[in-house]
């Protein structure tokens, strides 16, 4: 069985950077299960109240005293091969490609309610239908039995027809939990009220503790103010020389799935060299892409009052960049609040009006009728939709991207100051690579690659 453990790929930086924890792995699920999945995840989408659920997982589940659904059979058996013990896991999906600004997943409802920024364990993208993957690049296997490619590919010119067919990649960065500066929070697990210093500091009960942070307020202030107050006094110091950032760049590959730090900054750029352009291109981006979407129908499927399985044909087929995101929280986190388990059916639909108890009635029978259906077509604990065994998975080399020459990237970052831990909506840096190669890889198929960024 030990065999079939997964070990994560370490990207190693200098001495003076975190070490940045990107995995990547090919042939993770099966084609027809990535089909299989990607309809359950409309359907989940439609009967859950915001698209998000959460299941747990340990003895309860593993003994049969607690039922999962087809995704979460699915979600669970790859945290299974991956060793991870995690007993909490959030999901949720989308299905067509759309821009995502630079974000770390945190508790919202937490940040609302108490200001301050909660992050999970590890977060990950399940890729499951992207549009025209059959254009990805022939997949490259290295001596070791890991895809990639050859770092030179990164230089190959990729035709205007496909960079307009090809969806964006997901980047990762080793910037984490804010872009500004943060103050961890020390928080006991569950039911650690009185332990002392000693017990409560053990790896065993860090391990169960959630990452909470506190965006410090001095990100909110100009430079100008900053030095009035002291907070810029060795300007020319060495030592307050912000460490160098890494970008990882993952295409979306069908089967493949991406898992890195929870408390690490993420985006799905759109187009995918976003970063590149000046404000001029993007202005006449988001101005033509604004037109296209005009001409389309505004109503979404998935929330057409009169929808059934037959709105999911609605899709826009060229846009399709179906995915599963999904983050595991440890035990002291209790989870992130106000997300529930999935519904398992959707709402009685309206026109049918049931008394209290006609309704618990009809609602049981529906909930015991969907499980019987799930469990006749994909086997007990949905086990036709299980990832293949780990000695299947290919891990994916990195091509590095740094070289002598340099680009601007532009980094657009997602939410409200508090959020973001600083005042700038984007962050300018300056990538060790050029414009060309970096370009390249925003729009390479398959090839995972990596660059420094320098602010």
């Keep these: 069985m030990n065999n079939n453990i997964i070990f994560h790929l370490l990207i190693l930086l200098p001495a003076s950077i975190t070490s940045f924890s990107v995995s990547v792995?090919?042939?993770?699920?099966?084609?027809?299960?990535?089909?299989?999945?990607?309809?359950l995840t409309q359907q989940h989408t439609r009967r859950s109240h915001d698209g998000s659920s959460?299941?747990?997982?340990?003895?309860?589940?593993?003994?049969?005293?607690?039922?999962?659904?087809?995704i979460e059979n699915?979600?669970?058996?790859?945290?299974?091969?991956?060793?991870?013990?995690?007993?909490?896991?959030?999901?949720?999906?989308?299905?067509?490609?759309?821009?995502?600004?630079?974000?770390?997943?945190?508790?919202?409802?937490?940040l609302k309610d108490e200001g301050v920024l909660r992050c999970p364990r590890h977060g990950h993208v399940l890729y499951l239908q992207i549009a025209n993957s059959d254009m990805n690049c022939d997949e490259q296997t290295g001596d070791d039995g890991s895809s990639g490619g050859d770092a030179a590919a990164a230089t190959t010119t990729i035709t205007?027809?496909?960079?307009?067919?090809?969806?964006?990649?997901?980047?990762v960065f080793n910037r984490k939990v804010a872009w500004g500066s943060v103050t961890p929070r020390t928080i006991q697990s569950a039911g650690s009220d009185n332990v002392d210093v000693a017990s409560h500091n053990s790896p065993a009960n860090m391990k169960e503790r959630v990452q909470e942070y506190i965006v410090d307020v001095e990100n909110y202030w100009d430079e100008e103010t900053k030095r009035q107050y002291g907070l810029l006094e060795n300007d020319n110091d060495d030592a307050q020389k912000k460490d160098e950032e890494k970008m990882a760049i993952v295409p979306a590959v069908n089967g493949r799935l991406l898992r890195f730090d929870g408390a690490a900054f993420h985006c799905v750029p759109k187009p995918p060299d976003r970063f590149l352009l000046s404000e001029d291109e993007l202005t006449a981006?988001?101005?033509?892409?604004?037109?296209?979407?005009?001409?389309?129908?505004?109503?979404?499927?998935?929330?057409?009052?009169e929808g059934d399985d037959d709105d999911l044909e609605n899709e826009d087929l060229s846009q399709q960049r179906s995915v599963i995101l999904f983050n595991t929280w440890p035990a002291g986190s209790f989870g992130p609040r106000g997300v529930l388990p999935d519904c398992v059916v959707e709402a009685v639909p309206d026109g049918i009006v049931l008394d209290d108890d006609d309704s618990a009635s009809?609602?049981?029978?529906?909930?015991?009728?969907?499980?019987?259906?799930?469990?006749?077509?994909?086997?007990?604990?949905?086990?036709?939709?299980?990832?293949?065994?780990?000695?299947?998975?290919?891990?994916?080399?990195?091509?590095?991207?740094?070289?002598?020459?340099?680009?601007?990237?532009?980094?657009?970052?997602?939410?409200?100051?508090?959020?973001?831990?600083?005042?700038?909506?984007?962050?300018?840096m300056q990538g060790q690579g050029s414009t060309k190669r970096i370009e390249n890889a925003f729009y390479d198929g398959r090839r995972v690659s990596m660059t420094t960024l320098n602010e």
């Design 25 to 39: 792995y090919d042939n993770v699920i099966a084609p027809s299960t990535c089909q299989t999945l990607h309809t």
């Design 54 to 70: 959460l299941f747990y997982r340990g003895p309860k589940v593993h003994s049969g005293q607690q039922q999962l659904t087809p």
């Design 74 to 110: 699915a979600l669970d058996s790859i945290l299974r091969q991956l060793n991870d013990t995690s007993p909490m896991v959030e999901y949720w999906s989308r299905s067509q490609y759309i821009n995502l600004d630079a974000h770390a997943d945190i508790d919202e409802n937490t």
């Design 160 to 171: 205007e027809e496909e960079k307009q067919s090809r969806m964006g990649p997901t980047v």
């Design 285 to 305: 981006f988001l101005e033509k892409d604004c037109e296209e979407d005009c001409e389309e129908d505004e109503d979404d499927y998935y929330w057409d009052d």
């Design 362 to 428: 009809v609602e049981d029978e529906r909930i015991s009728e969907q499980w019987k259906v799930w469990q006749d077509e994909y086997g007990p604990d949905s086990e036709k939709l299980h990832c293949n065994p780990a000695d299947d998975w290919k891990l994916c080399t990195v091509d590095n991207l740094d070289g002598d020459e340099t680009s601007d990237v532009t980094v657009p970052l997602m939410g409200n100051p508090t959020r973001r831990g600083c005042i700038q909506s984007k962050a300018v």
